[in-house]
């Protein structure tokens, strides 16, 4: 009787121990913790991602700012120009009326912009708070739009365009992206992230639709409107085809089909289309400069004011 209780000792039990078994204990190192070389690769991969989604845009500012006498087709092309100069920019402004261009594409932009805030803020809170009948056959119909490419719906659009005497307008190029049916579908699922404790709250204190949409919705979703501002921003700023096909006075075209003339008029100059990239690319980076904190906060700025 006291071998059998000497052996369940501590002692005894002490080479059957976590760190005998091979297993670190949790002093050491967690499971959740990663490995130096484990952090060293996650690094590495951030870096690689870093150099191919920042590195063409680097490569087009270093190109747009090289002059005359740099050569860009050399085998070994130089990354920092050795005269920088912005003399590109001002031939682009002197080639095409860029100006007008910039100013056509931020008039879509804005069109398409408000329409998207406003309407699908609206169709997503009766999509995810209010009750009435056919609610589901609706939201049913607006993921089955989401399956069709936009290619398959353009000769209707145009069609429809055409039939609204919106032809040959700006009204008629943002008209098709005034309202995405994608952003309704995320603007409905940030609302039903709204707890409803606060819906009924308000409720109660005899807040009718509106009022709650204002102060108890729209500040929950302060951070699903930013991405949708800077989405939408995006599109409409970089749409090529729809302005091509509505737009066939060449005052009212957009800046990405205006700097088709760089391209095919000064093909051997890369300088000057390397420069109208950009003067098209920051209006981007404003934008996203300007909502980022919206954007990475998200829903959890979200409150109740007041």
Not at 48 to 56: A, D, S
Not at 164 to 190: F, H, I, K, Q, Y
Not at 239 to 252: C, E, Y
Request: glycine residues 8%; charged residues 15%; aromatic residues 10%.
């Amino acid at each position: 009787m006291r071998r059998s209780r000497s052996s369940d000792s501590p002692r005894s039990r002490g080479s059957d121990t976590p760190r005998s078994r091979g297993f670190d204990t949790p002093r050491s190192r967690s499971f959740n913790t990663p490995s130096p070389a484990e952090t060293a690769l996650r690094y590495l991969l951030l870096l690689l991602v870093l150099l191919l989604v920042v590195g063409p845009f680097l490569w087009q500012l270093s190109t747009s700012l090289k002059g005359p006498t740099e050569d860009v087709w050399s085998a070994t092309p130089h990354f920092l120009p050795d005269h920088p100069t912005v003399d590109n920019y001002l031939k682009v402004a002197d080639t095409i009326p860029v100006w007008t261009y910039a100013a056509n594409s931020l008039v879509v932009a804005a069109i398409a912009i408000f329409g998207n805030v406003v309407g699908c803020t609206l169709a997503g809170y009766a999509l995810a708070k209010l009750r009435f009948r056919g609610v589901r056959l609706v939201f049913g119909l607006l993921l089955a739009t989401l399956v069709l490419p936009g290619e398959a719906t353009v000769v209707s659009q145009y069609v429809t365009v055409r039939s609204l005497g919106l032809a040959d307008t700006l009204t008629g190029v943002a008209l098709p992206g005034a309202l995405s049916m994608l952003n309704v579908l995320l603007m409905r699922t940030a609302f039903a992230a709204v707890p409803p404790e606060l819906e009924q709250a308000a409720l109660v204190d005899g807040a009718n639709v509106r009022q709650r949409l204002w102060h108890i919705g729209l500040p929950n979703v302060r951070g699903m409107l930013s991405v949708i501002v800077i989405f939408t921003f995006i599109g409409a700023w970089d749409d090529f085809l729809w302005p091509l096909i509505v737009l066939n006075d060449p005052q009212k075209y957009t800046l990405t089909v205006g700097l088709q003339y760089l391209n095919g008029t000064f093909s051997a100059n890369p300088r000057l289309i390397a420069a109208g990239t950009m003067i098209a690319f920051l209006p981007i980076v404003v934008v996203f400069a300007v909502c980022q904190r919206f954007f990475f906060k998200g829903v959890e700025e979200g409150a109740v004011k007041g």
